[in-house]
């Protein structure tokens, strides 16, 4: 559809595929469409909200939807364009970094299989995965 920017999504009518309420991505979409002073009146939605991102994907790809907010690594795994790559982080995880679980995860993300997939999937910055900011131990 020759899909750039969020001003030709609306001048183009291009069915939206939404995401559910309080997720990073439909917090971040809406940021972008209020920055762009785009009213969500002024979109073509799709009646069903996607429950993921390959949701949205595979909305995309059957026509239920033109566009959708995802990661890159959905629209690669479906060939489907995409637009930005955004950096968004996603909120501070709290997590008891010494129990066990965490334990046995830690090994696995520093492998280069995952570090290779990490870069096939695309769309993810693991810079920093795992980082200890504050031990309040």
Known sequence: MGIHTLADMVAKKANL???QSGLDSKKLLDYLLEKAGINKDQLSIADKAARTEMDVGLAISN???????????VARQLHLDSVSERKIRSGDASIDYFEPPIQHFLPAIQTPAFIELDRELGGYDITGLMKVVLNMR
């Open 17 to 19: 595929i939404d995401r």
């Open 63 to 73: 026509g239920k939807a033109d566009v959708g907010i995802a990661v890159r690594s």
